[in-house]
């Protein structure tokens, strides 16, 4: 399978643990991007890399969030002290730097705070 | 007000039926511009790109006014198929983050 793959499908977790998400990229997509979507609404944008750059950071991006692409291949998305409101669905995206394109999606991780 | 607008649905149509959904987006900065489509608990897959002359993919036709920073799609002979969350999305300087709209829901319906 090429596409965007994420890891973990679902976690539940307790209030105040930390969680990591994982997400590995179309191999030869340089930008990656991380959203969050809860239900009945559309993804909301956290934050970009282009290649190991972290470009943009939404004020969404609390500082219990922190996102890393060290060597511009694979992203981790660590959630520190969770809270019930960060229960949702975080989606990873990747696409080419390169004109016109589209973003592909990953199948997300679905977090929920217990 | 949000960046990117969409018709609030849900929308409920029977098979067969020509709907249209309406997006508007707040930045004039946008330079790319895309429909996706996203089923239940699923994750969001791309219907088409929409390009200024307008396009069309079979029953799907795409429409885009930048001067009243307006985006359509236009579904034609719907299908059972069809039902599922209709995402407006912009995008800035060629790459930078692509900004949803909420969505628009379809049912479509025997």
């Known amino acids: 399978d090429t596409g965007v793959s994420q890891d973990p499908r679902h976690k539940i977790t307790k209030r105040g643990q930390n969680v990591t998400f994982r997400c590995d990229p179309i191999?030869?997509?340089?930008?990656l991007y991380w959203y969050r979507q809860t239900l009945g609404q559309g993804p909301e944008f956290l934050t970009y890399f282009q290649n190991e750059a972290q470009l943009e950071k939404s004020r969404l991006l609390s500082d219990r969030f922190s996102a890393e692409r060290p060597k511009g291949s694979f992203s981790t998305l660590e959630i520190q002290r969770t809270e019930q409101g960060d229960s949702a669905m975080y989606l990873c995206?990747?696409?080419?730097?390169?004109?016109?394109?589209?973003?592909?999606f990953g199948q997300g991780t679905r977090l929920t705070v217990v | 007000r949000k960046e990117v607008e969409q018709d609030p649905g849900p929308f409920n149509v029977p098979e067969g039926a020509t709907v249209a959904f309406n997006c508007t987006y707040s930045n004039s900065a946008s330079q790319s511009f895309f429909w996706y489509r996203q089923d239940c608990r699923k994750e969001p897959k791309l219907l088409m790109s929409v390009y200024s002359s307008g396009n069309e993919d079979g029953r799907f036709t795409a429409q885009l006014n930048r001067a009243s920073q307006y985006i359509s799609l236009l579904i034609r002979d719907s299908k059972l198929s069809d039902s599922a969350t209709y995402l407006c999305v912009v995008n800035h300087n060629y790459g930078q983050n692509f900004v949803f709209g909420p969505g628009t829901r379809l049912s479509v319906l025997p």
């Open positions: 191999s030869e997509h340089n930008r």
């Open positions: 995206a990747s696409s080419l730097y390169q004109g016109i394109t589209e973003a592909f």
